[in-house]
């Protein structure tokens, strides 16, 4: 059977039939100098024969030394490059009067060497024959190749990053770079046919392994270069096709170093802060370096006087305050303790508002006071833009303090202690847990991390990571989000530091959100009968607070009166401001308040006779 594209034969890299003519060719030359010139003519021919004949299968001439079939099949091209430099060493010998057979077979190897680049020529063996894949010009970075199976890899080393769950059946490539890395009792991993090993045995001998993690993110027509025996580097660099000073593919221009952000369509996901970014920023960082001690201070104190380990961090303005009070309220109704809770309002509205629900705060004017205390109305507006600080701001100054946290948004509920489950000594170990946002956008590469519920294990680098995460507000700007500026660093950091991320991919029960409650209708419907493992619920993937407020409504999970909705502590109770828990009993449902508002988003009853908000949308029920 006729080796694969591209193989060749290791068999046939033994038989070296021009040995015999160019041992021919300098005995030639030592009995008499005049006939060198035609022994070489005649000598091409028959190693030109001889290869044609090893290719026939014949045996028994066998050199490691001189020119091979390849360089013997050039001095009979067309071009005869080769042949005229062959003739021009023999020429330049006889001139001489000097004939070593050593000195001129070297002097071969090495114009063979300098013309061709490559073998393509199968050469014979004395003994037997054995395909191989890879060329001899390729074993300076890759000496075999085994198959793993992705799912077994990706579950035997914990890659971090969430799997996709619909690979079965589908492989992973592992290139070795040198024959000791091979597995123990693989003699051959350069045949045609790829081993397919266990990821244990395939890994058991590598001291390093180093993972790159590839798709095609759209039908574009992508390849994958691996270039060895150059300096290393730890980053992807990407090209395409396009118009140097315009943005988008287009097949017709040479490859660009394009930046990972660029979509095929054109749509820059990646830009540069603009100046006006970088000076907003620059104001707020310089306003908290200013006061970084003193903050820094005052919140040891606090969190000192909570008697906790692990902080449980919220941040949250006036206009979303219901969220935050429905969080107490849901949770309390559940018979939590929330003494982990520390809350970061940004105005004193919500201050007054949270220490109402029982709730620790630490209110710093001096620093929040550039944040709007509107809602936000859409992702990544102006106010969006303006709470994002915050999110980054109170994580840093946490963790900055050696404590362990979990961060999380307002509009979550819990059905669980989530502290119970990041605290079980059976986690695996890792530095930052997140849940799994769902989303497959590149710009959320490679982590698709949720910004809005993880947790933080106090290290170094975690706090390396939150000071840079701190110090990049400029890019908050521009991009509209800090999520992802912080997978961003995320990947950066996991290369650079050795940071450990940890995604709690979206396929697990325990940490359902947006992605579920618009899409999984399975899942959701397992919720609203209690029958899932959910330990929380995060109303992500949701455009404003008010369809929270309503989906919350229609999942039984709103336990907020209507009365208190958008007020100020004052408009609720006459207690006064800063009474601790003054407003749970004006404000809380013991049961939850079940509204219906759509019938094709998930509710604990049916809401057939509701409209409909998405287009063409379906009943739940």
């Not at 959320?444 to 993880?454: D, E, H, K, Q, W």
Request: proline residues 5%; neutral net charge; charged residues 25%.
């Amino acid at each position: 059977m006729a080796p694969p594209l591209g193989a060749t034969t290791k068999s046939a890299r033994r038989f070296n039939p021009s040995t015999l003519v160019f041992i021919g060719a300098c005995s030639s030359i030592l009995s008499f100098y005049g006939g060198v010139y035609t022994g070489i003519k005649v000598g091409s021919a028959q190693c030109s024969d001889s290869v044609e004949a090893a290719g026939r299968g014949l045996k028994g001439v066998k050199s490691d030394r001189g020119c091979t079939p390849e360089c013997l099949a050039e001095i009979r091209s067309k071009d005869g490059d080769l042949q005229r430099n062959v003739e021009a060493l023999a020429r330049e010998k006889v001139n001489e009067g000097k004939s070593v057979l050593d000195r001129i077979m070297n002097k071969l190897d090495e114009l063979c060497k300098a013309h061709l680049s490559k073998e393509t020529i199968p050469k014979c063996d004395s003994n037997n024959e054995e395909t191989t894949l890879l060329p001899r010009s390729l074993t300076h970075f890759a000496t075999g190749l085994v198959r793993v199976a992705k799912d077994d890899l990706m579950s035997t080393i914990d890659f971090g990053v969430p799997p996709n769950p619909d690979t079965k059946g589908l492989d992973a490539l592992i290139v070795y770079n040198v024959k000791d890395a091979l597995p123990s009792g693989i003699s051959n991993a350069n045949s045609p046919e790829i081993p397919l090993l266990t990821a244990t045995n395939a890994t058991e001998n590598c001291d390093t392994l180093n993972v790159v993690l590839t798709n095609n993110p759209g039908p574009t027509r992508q390849c994958l270069a691996l270039v060895g025996s150059q300096y290393q580097s730890y980053h992807v660099q990407r090209y395409m096709r396009r118009d140097k000073h315009h943005s988008g593919l287009n097949s017709k221009f040479p490859l660009e170093l394009t930046s990972r952000g660029l979509t095929r369509n054109g749509k820059v996901e990646f830009p540069p802060p603009s100046p006006t970014d970088v000076l907003d920023h620059q104001e707020s960082l310089r306003t908290y370096l200013n006061n970084a001690d003193g903050i820094r201070k005052k919140l040891k104190e606090t969190i000192d006087g909570m008697g906790v380990k692990t902080v449980v961090v919220l941040t949250c303005n006036h206009g979303q305050s219901e969220l935050l009070m429905n969080f107490v309220c849901s949770s309390r109704s559940r018979g939590f303790d929330l003494k982990n809770v520390l809350v970061f309002p940004t105005d004193i509205e919500t201050k007054e508002l949270a220490e109402g629900m029982g709730l620790t705060t630490f209110y710093e004017e001096t620093i929040m006071a550039s944040i709007p205390k509107g809602e936000a109305k859409f992702y990544g507006d102006i106010i969006f833009r303006k709470v994002m600080f915050a999110k980054v701001l109170c994580v840093q100054l946490v963790n900055e303090l050696s404590h362990d946290l979990l961060f999380m948004d307002v509009d979550i509920v819990w059905y669980k202690d989530p502290l119970l489950y990041f605290e079980n000594k059976t986690l695996p170990d890792f530095d930052i847990y997140f849940q799994d946002d769902g989303s497959r956008q590149e710009r959320y590469a490679p982590y698709s991390a949720n910004s809005g519920f993880y947790y933080v294990r106090q290290n170094e680098r975690t706090k390396h990571l939150f000071r840079h995460l701190l110090y990049s507000g400029d890019l908050i700007n521009a991009w509209y989000s800090h999520q992802q500026v912080l997978i961003a660093l995320l990947a950066e950091y996991n290369s650079l530091l050795g940071l450990s991320v940890k995604i709690l991919a979206k396929e697990m029960e325990e940490f359902p959100g947006g992605v579920q409650y618009h899409r999984k209708n399975e899942a959701m419907k397992k919720i609203m009968r209690r029958d899932s493992n959910a330990i929380i619920f995060h109303m992500s993937w949701t455009t404003n607070k008010d369809n929270k407020l309503k989906f919350f409504q229609q999942m039984g999970e709103w336990h907020v009166q209507d009365k208190c909705i958008g007020k100020r502590f004052d408009e609720i109770t006459n207690e006064p401001v800063g009474t601790k828990g003054a407003l749970i009993q004006p404000c809380c449902s013991a049961e939850p308040i079940i509204k219906c508002h759509y019938k094709d988003k998930p509710s604990i009853i049916p809401c057939k006779d509701s409209p409909s908000i998405d287009r063409n949308g379906e009943s739940f029920w």
